[in-house]
């Protein structure tokens, strides 16, 4: 059972050469509704057909600008209108901190709206019967053959005229195409009960099952253990473990990362002197650090220029002078161990104020002061 109305004559070719020269002389000939089907792209067929540039990228580009302005109208009113921030002592309207926000509104307006004009504009869907569907004509051009069809639509259609021509072009087989009766039109798909009817169902489904997910699922088991597990919340006590404390001491003999143990006791001077070895180089920035610190942690006491001038004279006994010829003498592992354990129970350990390689850049820098105090000639 088919409808009288002509929808328009379907010609089929048996090799792209010729598809590619009937589409040239069905587009130089005046025609305007016709397309050429074929099973795969074939190079040139844009210009035989002398087709225009698409009206998608219109569409993406009204829709991304869409996306810009709302974005950059809804941070103004937020941030600078509707409750105005001062942050840094930017101005309300920081153009630049907005930047990506309008970049990814403008690229999700534009996406989104190109698919939905595709599918909805361009393609004409729901439309899911059109009249070239399960015909021979599209199940081999969907194959192994290449096709023409010029709608009955077209100013300039006459299909005795059409037929003549295409035979004359080579086809291999010429078709008239008519309406199916089941045919509906884009509005009457739309506004269909039944159509409708099944929008509200999957709507329905798709919310009941939304919310039964959220509200139901992710409240059972496996999901809740993440909440279930053992871990202490701030200012609360360890069930876990018996002592009620949650951070637990390290295991004993463990080294954290980075930091090695100290290895001398604080009665083991001579072997600290003996194996100790200073691994800095005197370069600018060791000197540098040594100076700070040895002006914020040993001058107090030391003197800035090591000569045990102590400003905490009266409080505590006076060092001796770091330039005697003992001390000038005296290898690089004695200070890093009067630095890191203290000395005589007079001298604190500075370990926990001092890391142990601006020990190091301190003992290079006592250095420079005991060779700046005793210049030979």
Sequence with gaps: MRDDRLYGIAALFDNPDKVLLAAKEVAEGGYKKFDVYTPYPLHGMDNAMKLKQSKVGIV???????GVVSALLFMWWTNSVDYPLVIGGKPLFALPNYIPITFELGVLFGSVSTV????????????NSHPLHDTNFMKRV??????????????????????????????ESIEEIYYR?????????????????????????SSGATYF??????????????????????????????????????????????????FFSSNEMKAAESYMVNPLLPTKRVMEIGQRDYNTYCSPCHGY?????????????????????????????????????????IMPSYARQISPDERWAI????????????VKG
Excluded at 60 to 66: A, D, K, P, V
Excluded at 217 to 241: A, C, G, H
Excluded at 363 to 374: E, G, P, V
């Design 363 to 374: 003992i290079w820098y006592i250095r420079a002061l005991q060779k700046s105090h005793n």
């Design 116 to 127: 939905i004009g595709l599918l909805i504009i361009f393609l004409n869907l729901p439309r």
């Design 305 to 345: 220029q090591g000569n045990g001038d102590s400003r905490l004279r009266g409080q505590f006994p006076n060092p001796p002078t770091l330039h005697s010829d003992t001390l000038r003498k005296a290898p690089d592992g004695h200070f890093y161990q009067v630095i890191t354990d203290g000395f005589m129970g």
């Design 142 to 171: 969907s194959s192994d053959k290449f096709g023409i069809c010029i709608e009955a639509a077209d100013p300039l259609f006459d299909a005795n005229t059409i037929s003549n021509w295409f035979r004359k072009l080579g086809a």
């Design 60 to 66: 993406t580009l009204i829709s991304g600008m869409i």
């Design 213 to 262: 997910t959220l509200n139901e699922i992710l409240f059972m088991r496996p999901w809740t253990s993440l909440n279930e597990q053992d871990k202490v919340l701030p200012e609360t006590r360890s069930k876990f473990y018996a002592d009620g404390f949650a951070m637990r001491p390290p295991v004993e003999g463990t080294v954290a990362r980075g930091q090695l143990p100290y």
């Design 181 to 205: 009766p089941e045919y509906i039109s884009l509005r009457q798909a739309i506004f269909d009960p039944k159509y409708i009817g099944a929008i509200i169902l999957v709507a329905l489904i």
